[in-house]
């Protein structure tokens, strides 16, 4: 199965392609970042990050999306912009044709570390062990959407169907 993880985000969006074996072993196909400029306005952000999904998905033609819940966040100034961002990926996905699973912050953390309030640098370390300690971004984004992915893997029943 292919799996395509991504942190959502109007300044950057983290991405993955995460290979799931029949064993459950992971192989890491590809990771990056959409980043969009903050001297552009908005609606040229969100088609920058649509259009460049939809040739991500294109080129690694991934099966089943896994994408980050907007649950809490501190900041009032950001989540506006990011709720935006999510809403063009989700319509990437859909357009796609992909099974899309949604997990929040917290689901992530406890299927990756056993804990639910887990550090960035906690998650960082998990990722590198299911992967085999092989390299891996050190950009938070990118990470982030590799932790997605791998949450999506072992929760694949939790997905909706579709």
């Given at each position: 199965m292919r799996i395509?993880?991504?942190?959502?985000?109007?300044a950057i969006v983290g991405y993955s392609i995460l290979d799931v074996a029949d064993d459950g072993n992971f192989c890491l196909v590809s990771s990056g970042?959409?980043?969009?400029?903050?001297?552009?306005?908005e609606p040229k952000r969100l088609l920058e990050i649509y259009n460049d999904l939809?040739?991500?998905i294109t080129k690694f033609n991934p099966e089943t999306a896994s994408i980050e819940k907007l649950f809490?966040?501190?900041n009032q100034k950001t989540v506006m912009p990011v709720s935006q961002?999510?809403?063009v990926i989700i319509l990437a996905l859909e357009q796609a044709g992909?099974?899309?699973?949604?997990?929040?912050p917290i689901e992530i953390k406890q299927s990756l570390t056993g804990y639910g309030?887990?550090?960035?640098?906690?998650?960082a370390k998990l990722v590198k062990v299911c992967l085999n300690n092989c390299k891996i971004s050190k950009?938070?984004?990118?990470?982030d959407s590799i932790a997605i992915a791998i949450c999506c893997a072992r929760n694949i029943n939790l997905c909706k169907s579709q």
């Open positions: 395509i993880g991504i942190d959502p985000g109007m970042s959409i980043q969009t400029s903050s001297k552009d306005p939809k040739t991500i809490f966040f501190k961002a999510r809403g992909l099974k899309i699973c949604e997990f929040t309030r887990a550090t960035k640098d906690e998650v950009l938070d984004d990118t990470v």
